[in-house]
């Protein structure tokens, strides 16, 4: 881990401290700063089994909002910082990479133990869900808690935000903060808030580095650079360490042997000149590594307080330091006299626009840079958290890095995340860089004739490399990704940002909703989508109109269930919850979604943010454990009056939601499942059907002979050569007796009708002498699926007495109805004509229920809670918002 293992070493040199008793005896308050990248699990409120379903935001904002409150009862100010450097063209930093390889590793060990064992992952696995960050902005932002979001250097700008603001600390779990010796260095990761009212961590003595180390204090930023880190990396020591007699590798040596063996070599040196010591190492100065030898350490002394001093400038803002030269690059003059750029659309005057100038980008690719007053104000927004951080990588450099999320590597079921969404940064890249107007003047120019000699010929076309770690490409190389413009004139970015008119508004939100493939009328009508709603409708549908089948339909109600779910914003009910059945696909369309999400607040600033932030934060539409807990409930429920714990207003709400969704889609949801009976014996016979069930052999098995047995009964049997050499596929016969395979869109196992067949056969109740077909036809639709049988070899096989392993939910905890078994016994007693009585009157009396409410809704205009509640307590509860559901039998 290179410069790490220092921090490592000196863990057990910690003190255990209170912050809130160090802040009494500080007069006005006591003022740290908080390196967020160290404690993302802390300020998630500590560790909770569920932060594998998604994320749990309302625990998260309630945690955060006590932590508020006690800093402000002990005064103790927060300035809490986030990590939004990007990498410098054309590479990834070494540690990116890494981190991203562990990651990967703990995704793949909690799924597989989701799937073994249905359980939360262990602590150990922990892994930051998706969309932590921008909850954590968008929450310390509500609390009015200062945050502060890196652009070059993450340490290097947090120990200087310290020194310039002179706080009194840092709070952080980096090595390279013991280089730079704060004021006071406290630990991060040991950050507890007690119910004794104390926020206890460790305190780390790094004034008295040198002494714990043996190392004069004028070589300590030497011994740090050859520990390995950033611009010299460790493989680039190899050599060197050989030589200090450590043969292994340099992962597999514990931190403290290679410590005191680098320590030690620095102090044997007869002077603290760094030539002297690159001669010393490396054996010639013209080495590669000397030089960069040369930069790790001024990079050090840069975080130093003396080194800080000597670089700073005289407006006191600290020059960006490349690292590549180490020479100071000067950051553009502040011009808070002139213009305040940290404000969007309306928050802009007209006039103040005319002040703007600059040149902060270089482009290689047929694309002109973004404007200067563009960069500017994303600059100062992303330096105070106000705007997504890819937002500042894709105007200055062009490129940027996509985390390992919560999915599988192979993608059995669901696609690869980054790429599914990658039309949405697609259409951003193209706004960003005003690509349809450049084409339009370029189109212009050469119908009048003006066209100039030095102009490209080829139309404007701007390219993102995007750096996605996956098992093919482990940050091996960037993905070049074109800009592609959207389907009608955009305005240009300028436009969309500073325009003050209505239409511009207009133009901002549409140019949103475009990108989300969501720019149809429901959307904006908050009687069907409501405005703290829309981030998510819009994800939904953004999903439900790609080529690819991901989502079925009790998937899509049981997410419209969680956000207009009474149980959403109690953090306390939430927490005590208990979720049976956790599964692997729950857990990974629980990241797909919050990816969208933060694909759609990228594609939100990036139009100038038409949606306002305080209603596109996630804790008012999403919580991953009850996600999770509506999932597994969906999958038993009969309808979606169940499915909502039998609130009326809730259904009427999911439904109207549901249209705005798929509002001129022709819509085709994912297969459900197929028949585990069906699974059981496809995957012992082989073929098709065989990899429903990992566990069981494929293929025909030609081998050694077996055969299979239920319940101590031979069922099949089958040996080596006995099969017929002509084109049998199967080496028995097979054979469904009495089983009609379930809909596509079924909650179940059982028939959902969709919106446009309606109530299938109700044109045809009339006419029954219609035909042996129309009498068929009803039959299949209105009558219960019997229970499935299976023939193999003669002997017939029910479903009860192979054994499943359905997931069992608590009746006394989710309302599951019984196991549709039971629901088939109860059927058997009853005869062929009183099945066919009692179905053919609940059908007659659904439908009018049905079109009551249908015509209430319409004559009543928007939707208002009261009129729907009163409307459905009118009609029985049990035909309410059944009408895309099969009747009750």
Not at 131 to 152: E, F, K, Q, W
Not at 238 to 258: A, C, H, M, N, W
Not at 619 to 624: K, N, P, R, S
Request: glycine fraction near 10%; hydrophobic fraction near 35%.
């Amino acid at each position: 881990m290179g410069i790490q293992d220092l921090q490592t070493f000196l863990e057990n040199e910690g003190v255990g401290v209170d912050l809130f008793r160090i802040a009494r005896n500080h007069a006005g308050g006591f003022r740290l700063v908080l390196d967020a990248e160290g404690c993302l699990d802390r300020l998630y409120g500590g560790y909770f089994s569920d932060w594998a379903c998604g994320g749990q935001w309302a625990r998260c904002v309630q945690f955060l909002t006590t932590l508020s409150q006690a800093l402000a009862e002990h005064q103790v100010a927060l300035c809490v910082c986030f990590n939004g450097s990007h990498p410098t063209p054309p590479a990834v930093p070494q540690q990116w990479i890494q981190t991203q390889s562990t990651y990967r590793q703990r995704v793949n060990s909690v799924l597989r133990h989701i799937v073994t064992k249905g359980t939360p992952p262990p602590k150990v696995w922990w892994v930051p869900p998706t969309g932590l960050h921008s909850c954590l902005r968008t929450a310390l932002r509500y609390l009015n808690i200062p945050v502060m979001v890196s652009s070059d250097d993450h340490c290097q700008e947090v120990v200087g935000l310290c020194r310039e603001k002179t706080y009194a600390g840092l709070v952080g779990c980096s090595g390279e903060y013991l280089v730079f010796q704060p004021p006071r260095y406290f630990s991060s990761s040991q950050l507890k808030l007690t119910y004794r009212s104390s926020l206890e961590t460790k305190e780390y003595m790094v004034h008295e580095l040198p002494k714990v180390l043996d190392v004069p204090q004028d070589r300590l930023c030497l011994m740090a650079a050859l520990l390995g880190g950033t611009i010299l990396s460790e493989q680039s020591l190899q050599d060197f360490y050989k030589r200090l007699g450590i043969s292994q590798k340099k992962q597999q040596v514990p931190p403290e042997t290679l410590i005191k063996a680098i320590c030690q070599f620095v102090r044997e040196l007869p002077s603290a000149d760094v030539d002297a010591a690159c001669i010393e190492i490396f054996g010639d100065l013209n080495d590669l590594r000397a030089a960069k030898l040369k930069q790790a350490v001024q990079y050090y002394l840069n975080g130093t307080k003396d080194g800080f001093l000597k670089y700073r400038t005289a407006s006191g803002r600290r020059p960006k330091t490349n690292k590549k030269n180490n020479k100071p690059e000067m950051s553009p003059p502040s011009t808070s006299g002139d213009m305040d750029t940290t404000r969007l659309a309306t928050e802009t005057s007209e006039h103040e626009m005319a002040h703007c100038g600059g040149k902060i980008v270089q482009s290689d690719d047929n694309c002109p840079p973004a404007p200067a007053e563009v960069l500017r104000t994303c600059a100062e927004r992303h330096t105070r958290g106000l705007m997504h951080p890819q937002m500042l990588s894709i105007l200055t450099h062009r490129q940027i890095t996509l985390p390992v999320l919560m999915e599988d590597d192979n993608h059995r079921e669901i696609p690869s995340i980054h790429h599914f969404f990658r039309p949405v940064r697609q259409n951003v890249y193209a706004i960003l860089y005003n690509m349809h107007h450049h084409r339009f003047m370029a189109q212009k120019a050469k119908e009048e004739g003006s066209t100039s000699a030095s102009s490209n010929e080829k139309p404007c076309q701007v390219q993102v490399s995007e750096w996605i770690y996956s098992r093919v490409n482990p940050g091996k190389a960037a993905e070049l990704v074109p800009g592609v413009i959207l389907d009608w004139p955009v305005p240009t970015v300028q436009r969309l940002w500073f325009g003050t008119a209505q239409d511009d508004k207009c133009r901002r939100m549409r140019a949103f909703l475009s990108c989300m493939r969501s720019d149809t009328p429901l959307m904006l009508n908050t009687s069907y989508v409501p405005q703290h709603l829309l981030i998510l409708a819009t994800v939904l549908r953004f999903i439900m109109t790609s080529q690819i089948q991901i989502l079925r339909r009790q998937e899509l109600d049981a997410f419209l269930a969680t956000a207009f779910s009474n149980d959403l914003m109690n953090a306390l009910h939430l927490q005590e919850m208990t979720v049976n059945g956790i599964s692997s696909r729950g857990v990974q369309l629980s990241a797909l979604v919050m990816a969208g999400a933060e694909a759609a607040l990228l594609a939100n600033d990036a139009c100038g943010a038409p949606v306002p932030w305080l209603v596109a934060a996630p804790w008012l539409y999403f919580d991953g454990k009850l996600l999770q807990r509506n999932l597994h409930r969906a999958a038993h429920c009969k309808h979606l009056a169940q499915l909502c714990d039998n609130h009326l207003d809730t259904v009427v709400k999911v439904e109207r939601m549901r249209k705005a969704i798929l509002e001129g889609l022709e819509v085709e949801f994912a297969l459900p499942p197929l028949p585990l009976v069906a699974g059981v014996v496809g995957g012992a016979l082989g073929g098709s059907l065989g990899g429903q069930l990992g566990g069981w052999g494929r293929g025909r098995g030609r081998g050694a002979g077996a055969r299979l047995e239920i319940a101590g009964v031979v069922v099949g049997q089958w040996g080596g050569g006995s099969y017929p050499s002509r084109t049998q596929r199967y080496p028995q016969q097979v054979s469904y007796v009495g089983y009609t395979p379930p809909p596509r869109n079924a909650y179940g196992g059982r028939g959902w009708r969709g919106a446009r067949g309606g109530r299938g056969g109700r044109g045809s109740r009339g006419a029954r002498g219609a035909g042996r077909g129309a009498r068929r036809t009803r039959r299949e639709h209105d009558e219960p699926l019997r229970p499935a049988t299976i023939t193999v070899n003669g002997k017939t096989v029910r479903p009860e007495d192979i054994g499943t392993h359905g997931d069992d939910g608590s009746p006394h905890e989710d309302n599951v109805i019984p196991d549709e078994a039971e629901g088939s016994q109860a059927q058997k007693a009853k005869s062929g004509k009183n099945i066919k009585k009692n179905v053919g009157k609940g059908k007659k009396k659904g439908t009018g229920q049905k079109t009551d409410v249908a015509q209430s809704l319409e004559a009543n205009g928007p939707l208002d809670k009261n009129k729907a509640v009163d409307v459905c307590h009118n009609a029985e509860k049990e035909h309410i918002g059944q009408g895309d559901a099969p009747e009750p039998n």
